[in-house]
């Protein structure tokens, strides 16, 4: 896995968050903890902008779904294909439980 680049910029704080950012985070972990919620809230923003825009132009068109008015048929069609034999969920796999080295006395 390879480092991503990176890339020294300036920006202005407010005093206060300023001031909470040197009094809260050591000096040496501050780029890092900037990074992290800045790219926390480019999540946030790229999620907004796609609800936005299925806003506008929605994923599910009801005249290609006309046997699926309301929420009570699209229940009643899960639960039939639940109960078919062509229904296959996923297999989530449990994760392996940490085998850790018995400690000698």
Known sequence: ?????????????PRP???DLRRLVPAKRRSEVIA????????RLKLAAQ????????????E???????GMAIDSFV??????STYA????????ASRRKAQRE
Not at 36 to 43: D, G, I, N, W
Not at 51 to 62: G, M, V
Not at 79 to 84: F, P, Q, Y
Not at 89 to 96: D, G, I, L, S
Request: net charge positive; hydrophobic share 40%; proline share 9%.
């Open 17 to 19: 968050v300023l001031d």
């Open 51 to 62: 609800f936005e825009t299925l806003e506008h132009t929605p994923a599910w068109r009801t």
């Open 64 to 70: 290609e779904y006309a046997y699926l008015p309301d």
């Open 36 to 43: 992290r919620a800045t790219a926390r809230e480019l999540r």
């Open 1 to 13: 896995m390879s480092t991503p680049s990176l890339e020294r910029i300036n920006v202005n704080f």
């Open 79 to 84: 639960a039939k294909l639940r109960a078919s």
């Open 89 to 96: 969920p996923a297999r989530v796999q449990a994760p392996m």
